[in-house]
């Protein structure tokens, strides 16, 4: 018997390498747990006698690759790295893997096609819009395709996001309630829907409850935000709402640079809790998206996509997270 | 004809969608410059005849895939969402793209035969370690590894990092000269080779030119950096070097919790660049690390083991990046 004419199974490497077939398969497995030595010796074996599990030669013949695409604008903004973690321990409870594409410059289309290339088993768009032509297309090729942390109108793609309109809603009346009534917007890019409807819900809140909202342009950057509110701080507002974490910052160290003390004189609430929110610099008073759950429903999707189930769209909601930043 | 008996090309793909062959290509290819109502035709005509452009059966010809598996711990730590928006475009420039596997826990053993099984052309293991028994085997099967940021004594392993004793060396002779004595060092996680060498580096120098060095143990986190810095303020150093920049913003959030003003009673000075060290509220001057240079040299390394190369260790040094936390 040689190798030219058997097949090596993982029976052969468990034998060469003197463990049980299943400690061959779970060395090959993600996250299976198995000794690092036995790891050693499973793979060593695996290379002397020419075997490989079989993934690629499986692709072909099921169309499953088990890889999600990950395409992925922004990833310096520190939502997102906790986005990626998250998916990259939902989707190994499936046996999948990621395929990152990031897209600095937000231009999905452009990628689509070396996404599509390596047969991904789905697409998550995180923090960018694809074309709703191109969404049907890959649709029909049975790549379905969720789109994390924004909505849209095409019926052919999932959405997962949180509820932002609820969480402007919120933010108006948990500020109003402590007696604020001159509010500021900070706003996010204005094209993206998370920012869309933050501000209408703030706004509409704010409005039926009373009190008078300004916006500014903050565009999801900390430069932009803290130049907008320096800004608007020559006629100061109650109480600030920055759509993201980052222009929350911005706005504490831009009130701070302007004389004010936050919270006595500034109330600040933002979207989103990275890791600085917390820093003892911001103690910033923030809404939590529920990204565990965000992502664990986003896998979901993919997965009843491939089912043949039709598109659904999840809104979770954000908590009140209270720190120091806002007199509530 | 028929489609059974005729395999299907990109020039049938071509006629179909009315486009040339070459917008075919392009419309497969990444990055490439396509209009996205072309691309759009070229993608439902390639799935009306059944045209799949065959990276998959390439694959299993050539054994190369087009993945590189990029293994990241710490991807909240914000030096690696830029460490990755960097590979992607580097290897999207060699037509690769990332299968990213974080490890949180930074027990790389564990992951290596799921990166393993996606038959990638090669691994960068970031940020975190991988045993030099398994480093040995990737290498045999042609899977060749470069640690990025990271050194190590295997033989078989190619490495890419900033010089970071060179760095510790130059922090300590820029404090030094500007008059401090009392220096104090936030130190990472004790078992990475960058915290070892930046510490070296900074002791060593300061030893040299007769100043003193006292160490606290912040672990690369803000919360540890934190509590460490604010029990060291009790005899309060003249001068911080902080072992990355969330520690450095820790350090300086310690200082003014306990009353001192930076940088005129205490400059600091920090590692790595992320986003909020420009930030107003930190202004932290720092050693910045080449990540472009750092990240076109791993992709440079994984090619050239391909090519049969044996390994190379590339150090690139820092520069100093002045702002406004340190009086120098």
Chains 1, 2 share one sequence.
Not at 48 to 73: C, D, E, F, H, K
Not at 145 to 161: G, I, K, Y
Request: proline share 5%; with cysteine.
């Amino acid at each position: 018997m040689t190798r030219a004419n058997h097949r090596v199974t993982s029976l052969d490497v468990a034998r060469a390498a003197g463990v049980s077939q299943s400690a061959v398969s779970r060395s090959f497995t993600a996250g299976a747990s198995v000794a690092p030595e036995t790891r050693t010796r499973v793979l060593a074996a695996a290379s002397a006698l020419g075997y490989r599990p079989n993934i690629l030669a499986r692709s072909l013949v099921s169309r499953t690759s088990g890889l999600v695409g990950i395409v992925m604008g922004h990833l310096t903004n520190p939502f997102y790295p906790a986005v990626l973690e998250a998916f990259g321990a939902a989707l190994r409870r499936v046996d999948k893997r990621m395929l990152l594409i990031p897209v600095p410059d937000g231009d999905v289309d452009q990628v689509i096609g070396e996404v599509l290339q390596h047969q991904v088993d789905g697409i998550v768009v995180a923090s960018a819009t694809l074309s709703s032509a191109l969404a049907e297309e890959c649709a029909r090729q049975g790549r379905p395709v969720v789109l994390f942390n924004r909505t849209t109108t095409a019926p052919t793609v999932a959405t997962v996001s949180c509820d932002n309109d609820g969480a402007g809603r919120l933010v108006a009346r948990t500020l109003v309630a402590a007696g604020h009534r001159r509010l500021l917007y900070v706003a996010g890019t204005p094209d993206s829907s998370t920012n869309v409807e933050r501000e209408r819900g703030f706004r509409a809140e704010a409005a039926a409850l009373g009190a008078a909202v300004r916006v500014v342009a903050g565009l999801y950057r900390y430069d932009t935000a803290f130049a907008a509110v320096t800004a608007a701080l020559t006629q100061p507002p109650d109480a600030v709402f920055a759509a993201n974490d980052v222009m929350g910052c911005a706005t504490i160290d831009a009130a701070r640079r302007h004389g004010l003390a936050v919270p006595e004189d500034l109330s600040v609430i933002a979207m989103d809790d990275g890791p600085m929110a917390a820093w003892a610099g911001y103690d910033l008073t923030v809404i939590r998206q529920p990204v565990t759950d965000m992502v664990a429903a986003a896998v979901d999707l993919l997965l009843a996509a491939g089912r043949g189930e039709a598109p659904a769209h999840i809104r979770l909601p954000g908590t009140l997270t209270e720190r120091g930043s806002a007199r509530l």
